[in-house]
């Protein structure tokens, strides 16, 4: 069995914060698994998302991105923070999203924001976000602000140091998900 690792970033823009820190999170997972991940950004895939306004009407790499997103085994999903909240982009993306497709699968959670001011946001919208999809979100979740990046570069050690915690937690549940029977993890996996 292949294990999938995926990064989402939710900016819509490029260069991205967003991006750099899901890129960061990624290679953190991948370096304490030795397993390799992909990476979906909605700057490039939100026009071939919005051509779908119900799960019926994806086709082409709208449908393959929604695919994907369903049959990783890790998410690593990262926003900006936009108006308190995570992007429009990303949660048109899960509301195409199968509802069951995501249930106790590990989502490790990021976001960036201007200030630390909109911290909160992986706790009270994106957990929330997860928990109706039944996903077992990460206990570390990953807030950095634009202070801590240098030209799209990660900078502040605290937050690297963070990272590095929170893709512990992402191996150690990827480990005991493939140790475990396919019973309990349940026919979808």
Sequence with gaps: MTVKLLGLSG?????????????????????????SGGLIELAEDAPNLFSALTRGQLAGRAAQVVQAVEAADLLVVG??????????????????VNYEALAGKPVLLAATGGTLLHGLV????????FGFFNALTLPTAVYATEADFSDYRLMN????????RAAAEAARQLHLRRSRPAAICGAAD
């Design 157 to 164: 050690g605290n937050i690297i140091a963070r990272i590095e």
């Design 122 to 129: 992986t706790e009270h919208q994106l957990r929330p976000l």
């Design 11 to 35: 900016s819509v823009a490029r260069p991205s914060r967003t991006t750099a820190l899901v890129r960061r999170i990624l290679a953190a997972v991948e370096g304490q698994t030795g397993l």
């Design 79 to 96: 926003t900006p923070v936009y108006r308190a909240s995570y992007t429009g982009a990303l949660k048109h993306l899960f509301d195409l």
